[in-house]
Nanobody
Framework: QVQVVESGGGLVQPGASLRLACTAS?????????MAWFRQAPGKEREFVAG???????DYLDSVKDRFTVSRDNAKNTLFLQMNSLKSEDTADYYC????????????????WGQGTQVTVSS
C-alpha cells in the first residue's frame, strides 16, 4: 500500500511564494518511480504541473517553468514544489501523485494520489 500526503498550501498575494511538500511511503520506493504535482482549478481538468523521477529527471508545465522548481529527497521519499511569483491563475487544488516507472504527464498514469492541498492566490 502506498500512502501520499501533501502539505504547504495556503492563501497568498500575487507575487508571493509557497513551498509544497509531498511525502509518500510504501514498497513502491524500492524500484524506479516518479512523483509529480498536478493541479485542478474549479471547472477545469486536472493538469500536470511538475514532477521528478527517482533518477532525477524533471519536467514542467510550460506556464510554470520559469517560476516553479521541483525537487525530491529520495532518502525521505519526499517531493517539493517551490512556487515563486505566484499568479491568480495558479489558484487550484494541488495534488501529489506517485507511480512506478518513468515520469509521465497524464493523470491516468498515476495510481496513487494524495488528498490535495489548496493554493489560493488573491489580493
Amino acid at each position: 500500500q502506498v500512502q501520499v500526503v501533501e502539505s504547504g498550501g495556503g492563501l497568498v498575494q500575487p507575487g508571493a511564494s509557497l513551498r509544497l511538500a509531498c511525502t509518500a511511503s510504501g514498497r513502491l520506493f524500492e524500484v524506479n518511480n516518479a512523483m509529480a504535482w498536478f493541479r485542478q482549478a474549479p471547472g477545469k481538468e486536472r493538469e500536470f504541473v511538475a514532477g521528478s523521477s527517482s533518477g532525477g529527471i524533471a519536467d514542467y508545465l510550460d506556464s510554470v517553468k520559469d517560476r516553479f522548481t521541483v525537487s525530491r529527497d529520495n532518502a525521505k521519499n519526499t517531493l517539493f514544489l517551490q512556487m515563486n511569483s505566484l499568479k491568480s491563475e495558479d489558484t487550484a487544488d494541488y495534488y501529489c501523485a506517485v507511480r512506478r516507472g518513468i515520469l509521465r504527464k497524464l493523470a491516468d498514469n498515476y495510481p496513487y494520489w494524495g488528498q490535495g492541498t489548496q493554493v489560493t492566490v488573491s489580493s
